[in-house]
C-alpha cells in the first residue's frame, strides 16, 4: 500500500491546473438526460391526471422552455467576465460569488446543496419503491391480482443505501462518464416500458380516459392541492440547472464550452420532453381517474409481469448512477473545504494506492470514505421516515424551482450583461421571474400540504 498527497497530481492536468476535460457534447447529454429523466418521470402521469388533458401537457411544456432558458443563461456564467474568454466558475456557487458577490453565492449554496441531498432522499425512496414493486409483481403473478402482496420498503432502502456508500466512492464527476451513460440507456429502457405499456392499455381499452379538467376530488379546496403538487411534480423532473455548471466543466474547447452546453441541453430537453409528454399522456389516457401515483409501480399493469420487473430494475439502476450525479458536486465542496481548512491532517488529505491482482489501482482517502458514507446513510435514514413518493418531489421541485432555475440566473445575467433597470429586457426577465416565483409558491403550498396529510394518515 502506497501512500499519496494528492491522487490528481498523478493526472494529466488542464491550462488550469485542474484534470484534463475530455467531455464532448455526446458526453454531455448523457449526463444531462442521467439527471433530468429520473424519478420524476414516474409521477407525470398523476401529475396530468391532477391537471387534465390542457393542463398537464402545457404545463411540461413550459417547463422545458423555462429550463432551456435557464440553461442558456447559466452556460454563459461558467467562464467570467466574458462568456469565452473568462476565469472559469467550475460550480453554480462560483459563478454566483463572481456576478452577485459573497452573501448571494453563501444563499446560493445552501439551497443548492439542500436540494442535491433532497434529491438523493427522493431517489432512495424511488428505488426502495421499484423494488418493492419487483417482489409484488412477481407475488401477483403466482398467486393473482387480488392477492395479500404486501412488502415494506425499509430492507430495500437499506439494500440502496448499502449500495451508494460503495458508488460514493468514486472520486468526482470526471470518472464517471460511463456510469451516466449506463443510467442514461436505463431511463431510455424504463421510459420506453412506460409509454408502450400505456399504449398497450389504451388499446386494450379502446378509448381513451380521462377529461379536460383532470380528476375530480371531493371538495374545491383538494382539487386546488393536488393542481399545486401536481406542478411542484412537474417542476421536480426538470432539475438539472444547479449542475449545468459542473457538467460543462467537464467539457474540452475548443469550442467554448457555453456553446457545446446549449447544444447538448437543447438535445436532450427535447428528447426528455418527447419521452415526459409520452409517459404522462399515455399513461393518463390508459388509466384516467385511476392513475397511480407511480407508474410502474401503482400497480396499473400486471402483464407481463416479466417486462414490468425489467423496467423497475432499469429505474433502479438509473438512480444508482443518477443519485451519483447530484452528489458529487455536494462531495466535491465538503472535501475541498475541509482541504482548505486542515492542509496538514493526514487524515483529510492523504490518499492510499491499493493495487488488487486483476483490478486497477483503488485511490482511498480515509475522510472521503467516511463522509461520504455519512452522508448516503443519513439520506437513507430520512428517507425510511418519509416514504412518500408523489409528495416528496412535489416538494423538492417547488422548493428550488424559482431561487435556483431562475432567480439566480436571471440576476446574473443582468450582472454580466450590465442590463439597465427598465429597459426592455430587464421587464421582461423580471415577468418572468415573477411568474415562475409565483408557480414556485402554489406548488410549494400544494406539496406541503400533501405531505403533512399523507403523514397524518
Known amino acids: 500500500m502506497e501512500v499519496q498527497q494528492s491522487f490528481e497530481h498523478s493526472l494529466k492536468l488542464d491550462d488550469d491546473g485542474r484534470p484534463e476535460r475530455t467531455g464532448t457534447v455526446w458526453s454531455c447529454i448523457a449526463h444531462i438526460i442521467a439527471a433530468v429523466i429520473g424519478s420524476g418521470v414516474l409521477s407525470l402521469a398523476w401529475s396530468v391526471a391532477q391537471l387534465g388533458w390542457i393542463g398537464g401537457p402545457v404545463s411540461m411544456l413550459c417547463f422545458a422552455v423555462v429550463t432551456y432558458i435557464s440553461v442558456a443563461l447559466l452556460s454563459d456564467c461558467y467562464r467570467s467576465p466574458d462568456p469565452v474568454t473568462g476565469k472559469r466558475n467550475y460550480t453554480y456557487i462560483h459563478a454566483v460569488r463572481a456576478n452577485l458577490g459573497k452573501k448571494q453565492a453563501q444563499c446560493c449554496g445552501l439551497l443548492q446543496y439542500f436540494f442535491m441531498y433532497g434529491i438523493g432522499i427522493a431517489y432512495i425512496i424511488t428505488s426502495a419503491t421499484s423494488m418493492r414493486a419487483i417482489e409484488r409483481s412477481n407475488c401477483y403473478h403466482k398467486a393473482g391480482h387480488s392477492a395479500e402482496c404486501s412488502y415494506g420498503v425499509a430492507w430495500s432502502m437499506l439494500i440502496f443505501g448499502g449500495i451508494q456508500i460503495i458508488a460514493s466512492q468514486i472520486p468526482n464527476f470526471h470518472s464517471m462518464d460511463w456510469l451516466s451513460v449506463i443510467a442514461a440507456m436505463m431511463s431510455f429502457v424504463y421510459s420506453f416500458t412506460g409509454f408502450g405499456l400505456g399504449i398497450a392499455k389504451v388499446i386494450e381499452n379502446e378509448r381513451i380516459k380521462g377529461g379536460i379538467t383532470g380528476v375530480l376530488a371531493s371538495t374545491p379546496t383538494k382539487k386546488l392541492w393536488l393542481t399545486f403538487e401536481a406542478l411542484g411534480n412537474v417542476a421536480y423532473a426538470y432539475p438539472y440547472s444547479l449542475i449545468v455548471l459542473e457538467i460543462q466543466d ?72 443518477g443519485y451519483q450525479i447530484f452528489s458529487q458536486p455536494v462531495f466535491a465542496f465538503v472535501e475541498h473545504w475541509f482541504m482548505g481548512k486542515f492542509p496538514n491532517s493526514k487524515f483529510v488529505s492523504n490518499f492510499y494506492s491499493i493495487k488488487i491482482p486483476m483490478l486497477p489501482t483503488f485511490h482511498i482517502n480515509l475522510f472521503r470514505v467516511c463522509f461520504r458514507s455519512v452522508y448516503v446513510a443519513s439520506a437513507t435514514a430520512i428517507a425510511t421516515s418519509f416514504p412518500y413518493f408523489n409528495e416528496v418531489i412535489g416538494l423538492l421541485g417547488a422548493f428550488s424551482f424559482w431561487p435556483l432555475t431562475i432567480y439566480f440566473p436571471v440576476e446574473m445575467y443582468f450582472a454580466q450583461k450590465s442590463i439597465g433597470t427598465w429597459t426592455r429586457k430587464w421587464i421582461v426577465l423580471r415577468t418572468f421571474s415573477l411568474v415562475c416565483l409565483l408557480v414556485s409558491i402554489v406548488g410549494l403550498i400544494g406539496s406541503i400540504a400533501g405531505l403533512v396529510s399523507a403523514k397524518l394518515s
Open 250 to 321: 467537464t467539457l474540452k474547447s475548443p469550442p467554448s464550452e457555453n456553446k457545446t452546453m446549449k447544444k447538448a441541453s437543447m438535445v436532450a430537453i427535447l428528447i426528455t420532453t418527447f419521452f415526459y409528454l409520452c409517459c404522462g399522456c399515455f399513461g393518463y389516457a390508459a388509466f384516467g381517474n385511476e392513475t397511480p401515483g407511480n407508474l410502474l409501480t401503482g400497480f396499473g399493469f400486471y402483464e407481463p409481469y416479466w417486462l414490468v420487473d425489467i423496467a423497475n430494475a432499469c429505474v433502479v439502476l438509473h438512480l444508482v448512477g
